[in-house]
């Protein structure tokens, strides 16, 4: 594989990071990992808490050096060309990142700018641009504390496209916003994305990866588990699914049985405490899941069919029946 034929914005390659855990023992994050990511691609890195995305995100953003393996932007090794890599990827963290002792709003932009090497002048043309196109040019005199949730959310944007970067790492952009905000950012990350930007997006929410993501990658414990476009991954569990509302468990012991011997007939999981099976009402497979769960004594509350989405993958592949 190869970074470096002008089509490939980034690559891991055999990407491995480890770390000192407690009692001396070794924690691998993230585990020889190798994935492609296409110039102008709006890509999707999902995995539960702790399965190795900010670990990943941060080799490129240069925050961390990989323990074997490399990561390349446009052909460049981020470690080692750092300074050519620096400029060419912007970061909005999930944590609030934002300079708010002393500087103003437009203070902050311009000031970052400095950090890419941008000209005052023109760092002052950009920091203007930014703030009038995401509709914080009557705050730009505010200090960051005089800002809602939702400007300091658009600010962190525009602190991230200052230098006008060719890359896009958002680590959560929407975690806390509610939904008219989260709206809004969808539609400045899909104009930036159609502007040629590569959109590199980690969250939790899986129907935002769904909405904005031509591709997204699934990580557990620091592994690449799958990787596709969202439509096609959710083939894995059928198009369609029935959800179970459990309204009473028996006891913690028999309920892990039941559910564990519904895995082995039904590929079923528990989720968001609804049992989830791939298939319609009239399969095999579900007709007998209910008929035992009646057995066991479980009772039901409510059957819903649907067709499948990522959630279901996600729960599939990365922590599959759980009681």
Not at 203 to 209: G, R, S, V
Not at 249 to 256: K, M, R
Request: hydrophobic share 45%; charged share 30%; with cysteine.
């Amino acid at each position: 594989m190869s970074g470096g034929d002008g089509k490939t914005a980034i690559a891991f390659e055999g990407l491995s990071k480890t770390y000192a855990g407690p009692k001396g023992k070794r924690v691998e994050a993230v585990k020889r990992l190798t994935l492609t990511i296409e110039r102008g691609e709006f890509f999707g890195l999902l995995g539960p808490n702790g399965a190795g995305k900010t670990t990943t995100i941060g080799v490129i953003a240069g925050t961390v050096k990989p323990t074997s393996g490399r990561a390349l932007v446009f052909g460049m090794d981020a470690v080692r060309d750092y300074r050519r890599v620096h400029k060419l990827v912007g970061v909005m963290p999930q944590e609030e990142a934002l300079d708010s002792w002393f500087l103003n709003v437009r203070e902050i932009l311009v000031y970052n700018a400095g950090y890419f090497g941008v000209p005052p002048r023109e760092a002052r043309r950009r920091a203007d641009a930014l703030l009038k196109r995401f509709d914080l040019w009557d705050k730009r005199k505010s200090q960051v504390n005089e800002l809602s949730g939702g400007m300091k959310r658009r600010l962190m944007l525009a602190k991230a496209l200052i230098h006008d970067p060719e890359i896009l790492i958002l680590d959560e952009p929407t975690a806390g916003a509610d939904v008219a905000l989260r709206r809004q950012l969808w539609a400045l990350m899909r104009e930036l994305n159609a502007q040629g930007k590569t959109i590199l997006l980690t969250t939790h929410y899986l129907e935002e990866a769904e909405e904005l993501c031509g591709r997204v990658a699934i990580l557990d414990r620091g592994e690449l588990v799958a990787v596709g476009p969202p439509e096609e991954l959710t083939k894995r569990v059928g198009g369609d699914v029935v959800e179970i509302e459990l309204d009473a468990l028996p006891s913690a012991l028999e309920a892990d049985k039941v559910l564990k011997a519904l895995a082995a007939k039904a590929e079923a999981a528990l989720q968001d405490g609804k049992l989830v099976l791939p298939g319609t009402l009239e399969d095999p497979k579900v007709l007998e899941a209910l008929s035992e769960l009646a057995r066991a004594g479980v009772k039901i509350g409510a059957i819903h069919a649907r067709r499948a989405r990522l959630e279901d993958v996600f729960v599939e592949l990365t922590r599959g029946l759980k009681a």
